[in-house]
């Protein structure tokens, strides 16, 4: 999306719903899909301020009914995010990523406004005199 403060003629809000034809936890699966989306939902001309991913209809992988068109070898894809998801459990402060993450990320999460987090950080409760 836009911002929404600029001229009401360079505003842009979109959506777009994407259905899995089998359920996945197969990230390399979940970022095609996202991408071909992003990819109807891009528009030339705008300057965009916020973008995210919502995903829904989750259920867990023991309840998930297989598809008898599935392109995807399951069997495949879960090793490979078993040794991935390994790899990064060894190296935390290196972990592997998708390349669709980019190399460089000059956007950073701005945290000027966010609550104070008094139940998680103590460095963070409140003081009182």
Do not use: C, H
């Not at 929404?4 to 003629?9: G, S």
């Not at 979940?30 to 209809?57: H, P, S, T």
């Not at 879960?78 to 991935?84: P, S």
């Amino acid at each position: 999306m836009t911002s929404r403060f600029v001229n009401k003629r360079k505003r842009y809000f979109n959506s777009q719903l994407v259905s899995f034809p089998t359920p996945t936890n197969y990230t390399p699966e979940m970022i095609d899909y996202a991408a071909k989306a992003v990819e109807r939902l891009y528009r030339e001309g705008f300057q965009y301020n916020k973008a995210g991913v919502i995903l829904g209809g989750l259920v867990p992988q023991a309840n998930v009914q297989g598809n008898l068109f599935d392109k995807v070898d399951r069997q495949k894809s879960k090793r490979l995010m078993a040794a991935v998801d390994a790899v990064n459990a060894r190296l935390p402060l290196a972990p592997l990523r998708w390349a669709a993450e980019g190399i460089n990320q000059p956007w950073q999460a701005k945290f000027s406004k966010r609550s104070r987090r008094f139940t998680t950080r103590w460095d963070e409760l409140p003081e009182v005199a």
